[in-house]
C-alpha cells in the first residue's frame, strides 16, 4: 500500500495563505472559522489566525506542492537538496503528509 501512497498528489488547503521570509522559512497563516472559533475568540482571546511555522524540511516542500508532483517526485526533490540527511526519505515524507493532512493544510489527490 505504501506505493500507492507514493503516487499521491498532496495540494495544498487554499484557504491557507502563506508566506517565505529572506531564509526561505515559510509560515502559514490558518484563519481560525466557524462558530466555535468565533466564541472561544470572544471568551478566550483566542486569536483570529494562528501561525504554523514549517523546519527547514517543511519549509523546502511547501513551495513545491504544486498540485501536481506526487509525493515520489517531491521526494527527489528533498533527496537532491538535502541527501543522507533526509533519510530514511519515503518514511518521513509519508508521515510529514499523515500529518499535514490530520490538520488539514493539504488534501490528496491521486
Known amino acids: 500500500a505504501r506505493e500507492n501512497y507514493l503516487e499521491k498528489?498532496?495540494?495544498?488547503n487554499e484557504?491557507?495563505?502563506w508566506k517565505q521570509?529572506?531564509?526561505n522559512k515559510v509560515t502559514l497563516e490558518i484563519?481560525?472559522?466557524?462558530?466555535f472559533n468565533t466564541v472561544a475568540q470572544k471568551i478566550f482571546k483566542k486569536p483570529k489566525?494562528?501561525?504554523v511555522h514549517l523546519d527547514e524540511n517543511g519549509s523546502f516542500l511547501w513551495p513545491l506542492l504544486d498540485g501536481e508532483k506526487t509525493i515520489l517526485e517531491l521526494g527527489v526533490s528533498v533527496k537532491e537538496k538535502f541527501g543522507e540527511k533526509a533519510e530514511p526519505l519515503y518514511e518521513r515524507l509519508v508521515k510529514y503528509f499523515q500529518i499535514l493532512e490530520s490538520y488539514k493544510f493539504i488534501e490528496f489527490r491521486d
Open 21 to 23: 521570509d529572506e531564509n
Open 15 to 17: 484557504n491557507i495563505t
Open 31 to 35: 484563519e481560525n472559522r466557524g462558530f
Open 49 to 51: 489566525v494562528s501561525y
Open 9 to 12: 498528489i498532496p495540494v495544498r
